[in-house]
């Protein structure tokens, strides 16, 4: 007798255990949307403070036994995340993270036209205004450099102002020509424009390599093209900008100079040779020496024996001077633009200026407004 009492109380005790078990459980099923209403698939669920989880399926559903009073995290790549307590049906709206949510990249394409990147068909760098220009440079030539994988900036002559070599794709050729296409606002100009253009007119520079450059303005194309787009007036308030930039250039180094002894002589040493650091004359001892032929009076010319610091006394620090100023104004009828740029230089060689004044108009205008 005893025995049967005992094996029904144990087994009244398992099934109180499992009611009061079940009752510390729920199931959860819900479906993870977005603001639009669209599913959003492989969304994280997840118990808060456990490792506890599942993920939505492609049509945003999913289903997960908790306890009772928990808080589920729901969490999904370009959306903010969201608590919830849980419950046995679930439904979930997940808002977009702006900050996160990136928007359509266009570019500037053939013949002018504004395409999507992703839609352009074949690899391109593309270089905005913002890039260009936060060096302050003088001219869209050196704003380049160092900014494109395979880009060659080269000069090929001297001076404040020089011309540069564009080369994109290498030194394909000893003799033909190997320097990228320039084209300007759907134009194709000398590579010698580049240097002439104020950087802060520039609204993006879309670099083409290999045989899509070709593919879109032939043969000439072949070394590559850079394509080069001015701004235009934007839609909105008008907004006027000025910007002074003063910069100073100096030489960087000099080699080192032997400043001990003279250059020496025949005289002095025999079997002279006239090269740098080979043979010296005297120690320079700062006393009067004779130099050069007698003049008619009988009389010559005397200097003191000494080192003359004359190399590095010809060079002298460089400036530029660079004033600034544009106006953008539009609206849904049309915009305008308006930019100048006034630039003095000078280099660190004697009498080598350069100055340069840019002015820009550009605007549109819908000619039929419904």
Same mark, same amino acid.
């Given at each position: 007798?005893?025995?049967?009492?005992?094996?029904?109380?144990?087994?009244?005790?398992?099934?109180?255990?499992?009611?009061?078990?079940?009752?510390?459980?729920?199931?959860?099923?819900?479906?993870?949307?977005?603001?639009? @209403?669209? #599913?959003?698939?492989?969304?994280?669920?997840?118990?808060?403070?456990?490792?506890?989880?599942?993920?939505?399926?492609?049509?945003?559903?999913?289903?997960?036994?908790?306890?009772? =009073?928990?808080?589920?995290?729901?969490?999904?790549?370009?959306?903010?995340?969201?608590?919830?307590?849980?419950?046995?049906?679930?439904?979930?709206?997940?808002?977009?993270?702006?900050?996160?949510?990136?928007?359509?990249?266009?570019?500037?394409?053939?013949?002018?036209? +504004?395409?999507?990147?992703?839609?352009?068909?074949?690899?391109?760098?593309?270089?905005?205004?913002?890039?260009?220009?936060?060096?302050?440079?003088?001219? *869209?030539?050196?704003?380049?450099?160092?900014?494109?994988?395979?880009?060659?900036?080269?000069?090929?002559?001297?001076?404040?102002?020089?011309?540069?070599?564009?080369?994109?794709?290498?030194?394909?050729?000893?003799?033909?020509?190997? %320097?990228?296409?320039?084209?300007? =606002?759907? *134009?194709?100009?000398?590579?010698?424009?580049?240097?002439?253009?104020? #950087?802060?007119?520039?609204?993006?520079?879309?670099?083409? %390599?290999?045989?899509?450059?070709?593919?879109?303005?032939?043969?000439?194309?072949?070394?590559?093209?850079?394509? *080069?787009? &001015? +701004?235009?007036?934007? *839609?909105?308030?008008?907004?006027?900008?000025?910007?002074?930039?003063?910069?100073?250039?100096?030489?960087?180094?000099?080699?080192?100079?032997?400043?001990?002894?003279?250059? @020496?002589?025949?005289?002095?040493?025999?079997?002279?040779? #006239?090269?740098?650091?080979?043979?010296?004359?005297?120690?320079?001892?700062? &006393?009067?020496?004779?130099? @050069?032929?007698?003049?008619?009076?009988?009389?010559?010319?005397?200097?003191?024996?000494?080192?003359?610091?004359?190399?590095?006394?010809?060079?002298?620090?460089?400036?530029?001077?660079?004033?600034?100023?544009?106006?953008?104004?539009?609206?849904?009828?049309?915009?305008?633009?308006?930019?100048?740029?006034?630039?003095?230089?000078?280099?660190?060689? #004697?009498?080598?200026?350069?100055?340069?004044?840019?002015?820009?108009?550009? @605007?549109?205008? +819908?000619?039929?407004?419904?």
């Amino acid at each position: 007798m005893r025995q049967k009492l005992l094996l029904l109380f144990c087994f009244g005790l398992f099934l109180f255990m499992n009611s009061t078990f079940a009752q510390d459980q729920l199931r959860v099923d819900g479906t993870v949307k977005n603001e639009s @209403g669209d #599913p959003i698939p492989s969304a994280s669920i997840k118990v808060k403070g456990s490792n506890k989880g599942t993920l939505s399926d492609e049509e945003g559903n999913f289903t997960i036994t908790v306890a009772n =009073n928990s808080i589920l995290v729901i969490t999904s790549v370009g959306y903010l995340p969201l608590e919830l307590k849980a419950a046995s049906r679930l439904p979930i709206v997940l808002k977009a993270d702006e900050a996160t949510n990136l928007e359509e990249v266009y570019v500037t394409a053939a013949n002018g036209l +504004k395409v999507k990147k992703i839609q352009q068909g074949f690899s391109s760098t593309v270089l905005e205004s913002k890039t260009l220009t936060q060096a302050s440079p003088t001219n *869209v030539i050196t704003s380049l450099s160092g900014k494109v994988v395979g880009l060659q900036i080269n000069g090929v002559s001297s001076g404040i102002n020089p011309n540069y070599s564009v080369v994109l794709r290498g030194y394909r050729s000893i003799l033909g020509n190997n %320097q990228a296409l320039i084209v300007l =606002n759907n *134009v194709i100009v000398p590579n010698s424009i580049l240097g002439n253009l104020n #950087p802060d007119d520039i609204e993006e520079i879309n670099v083409l %390599q290999g045989a899509s450059a070709a593919a879109i303005y032939g043969s000439a194309a072949s070394n590559g093209a850079l394509i *080069v787009t &001015t +701004k235009k007036g934007a *839609v909105g308030k008008a907004s006027i900008s000025v910007g002074q930039t003063i910069t100073a250039t100096d030489v960087a180094y000099f080699p080192k100079f032997q400043k001990l002894y003279g250059s @020496g002589s025949s005289a002095d040493i025999t079997g002279y040779i #006239p090269f740098e650091n080979q043979q010296y004359g005297p120690l320079f001892d700062g &006393t009067l020496r004779e130099i @050069g032929r007698s003049l008619p009076s009988g009389k010559t010319q005397s200097v003191p024996y000494q080192y003359a610091n004359e190399k590095t006394k010809f060079w002298q620090t460089g400036f530029a001077n660079q004033t600034d100023f544009s106006v953008s104004s539009g609206s849904e009828h049309g915009t305008f633009f308006f930019s100048g740029q006034y630039l003095t230089a000078e280099g660190t060689i #004697p009498n080598d200026k350069y100055n340069r004044a840019t002015f820009l108009i550009s @605007g549109t205008q +819908k000619l039929l407004i419904r």
